[in-house]
Structure formats: C-alpha cells, structure tokens
C-alpha cells in the first residue's frame, strides 16, 4: 500500500506540470516570455580585488650629525685619558679609531664644529666633511667615513678622519640688482619697513601688502637703524613717485644695525608692489642673495 500511495504521488505532479506548461502556452508568446524573463538571475560574486601594498624603501638617514658629534668628541679626547667623557663617546662611535696621543699639559680646546658637506659613496658609505674650529679662530676641515645600516637607523664611523684643505670659494654670478634707488617714496618706504621689523620704530602691519601676515623681530634686536643702499631689479624702481597700480618691483636693501656691542651690516630682499598711490611690502627674506630672484 505504501508503494501505491508513492506511485499515486508521482502521477499527481506529473499531471500538474503538464498542466501549468499547457497553461503557459495557451496564454500566447507574451506569457512565455515573461515566464522565461522572470527566471532567477543567478549572480556570481567576484572576489573583490585585494589592496595593492606600496613597499617604499625607508630612505637611509643622513649621518652629517653623528659625525659633527664624533670629531667634537673625538678632538677633546687623548689616549691618556680613555675614561673621560670625550674619550668614551668617541670609542663608542668608532670602535676601531684611536684616539689622538695630546701632551700631558695640553689643555682641551673647546672646538665649534660644523657640518660642510655630506656625500653618499654608494650602499650604506657616506662621507661627511666638516670644519672644526678652535678657541683661537683656526679652522680644520676634517673628513669622516660613516656607515649607516640598511634603515638608517644606526651609524658607526668606520675609520679615522682626516685632515683635508678648505673648500674653495665658488664663482658668484653678476648680481641682478643694478638700478640704484634714489630717495623717494620707495626707498622711504623700505627705510620705514625695516626700522620698524628690526627695532620697534612704529608698526610693521601698516606697510604690508594685503594678505601678508609678518611679526617683527621681538625683542627688537637693535637700538637704531639706517639704510645705506637701495638698489633694484626693474627700471620701474628709479622713477619718481609711485606707479600705477600692482607694479611690482625687486629690491635689496644694504642696512647698517647698531646695538650696545656695535655696528652690524645686514641686508634684506624685498618685495614691494605699488597699490592705491604707495609703496607696500609683499614678500621679505633676510641675507640677499647674489643671483636675485623672486622671494617667496
């Protein structure tokens, strides 16, 4: 009885299938399409693309500082005395450099030593120059081997310095500052501007460009202040009076600054730009260089 009830099932839906395709095909091709269009999408997930990782390699540190810090060390010590401060530091940085033999009665010199020059020799070598000077003015120029590791995160000097001959001077191009700058109403404003920066003559604010934002130097560092030279880039700098409107123009003013210890000679680039019948700071740097050039 068991099978029959089975058998009688199977028939059942075999007859019902029948009919709902019989169904189908009476309602017209519009019911079979929609039949066939109404179908399950079946979608396909894709593997989601994975985060591309960036290696960069760290850039090894430059060792100009662990070398200004190992001749500093390395010039107050002696072999005399390998316990001393200097001395430590020193072996510690170059395990493998002597120290320097000094005489008994010599005295440690305080030395002012400073960074001239850093080179990479290629792979984790560095060479570094530095100049070390001594309580009497005289100046070395030593040379130091440094190797650093792969990180730049460690450095060992790998040999003893050594004493090389100063730098040359290099050739300095012709300045572009040839227009002298009469008295008037730029070089008035340039004189103003800088007593004002430089010793608290009145407020910088009122000669800036708009949009530019400078503090003056604080404390003032100079009890007087003259401006022996205005010279310029642009003709637009001799004439007389103020130009039109967004002129611009490029100068460097020659200062001499007086305080209790003396005279300083200084100089400044500048630039002004003329607005609404004066003269207005847009752009300060202090040092001028040679070859000019817009300051930003």
């Not at 005399?80 to 510690?92: F, H, V």
């Not at 940085?93 to 320097?100: G, N, R, S, T």
Request: hydrophobic fraction near 45%.
């Amino acid at each position: 009885m068991a099978a029959g009830v089975r058998l009688e099932s199977m028939r059942r839906r075999v007859r019902l299938s029948r009919i709902a395709v019989w169904t189908v095909i009476a309602a017209g091709p519009i019911a079979l399409c929609i039949a066939v269009t109404s179908a399950p999408t079946t979608v396909r997930a894709t593997t989601a693309a994975q985060p591309t990782t960036v290696h960069s390699a760290a850039a090894a540190a430059n060792p100009a500082g662990y070398a200004q810090l190992f001749i500093s060390a390395w010039l107050r010590s002696s072999s005399d005395e390998a316990t001393s401060g200097p001395a430590r530091l020193a072996q510690s940085m170059a395990p493998d450099v002597d120290l320097p033999d000094t005489d008994a009665d010599a005295q440690a010199e305080p030395w002012v030593v400073t960074v001239v020059r850093t080179a990479r020799r290629g792979g984790d070598a560095w060479s570094v120059a530095v100049a070390a000077q001594d309580a009497g003015g005289s100046v070395r120029y030593y040379t130091v081997p440094v190797a650093a590791d792969s990180r730049g995160a460690s450095f060992t000097v790998t040999g003893a310095p050594g004493v090389v001959a100063a730098p040359t001077r290099a050739k300095v191009p012709k300045s572009p500052y040839g227009v002298s700058v009469p008295d008037g109403d730029l070089s008035g404003a340039v004189k103003e501007f800088l007593a004002a920066y430089l010793s608290g003559a009145g407020e910088v604010d009122r000669y800036l460009a708009p949009g530019l934002a400078l503090a003056p130097v604080s404390p003032a560092p100079y009890a007087a202040l003259s401006v022996q030279q205005v010279l310029a880039v642009e003709g637009a700098a001799a004439g007389e009076g103020v130009p039109a409107g967004g002129t611009t123009v490029h100068v460097v003013a020659r200062v001499e600054a007086r305080d209790g210890d003396g005279r300083w000679p200084l100089a400044y680039e500048l630039i002004l730009k003329a607005r609404s019948g004066r003269w207005e700071v847009a752009a300060v740097e202090a040092g001028a260089a040679a070859q000019g050039g817009d300051v930003r």
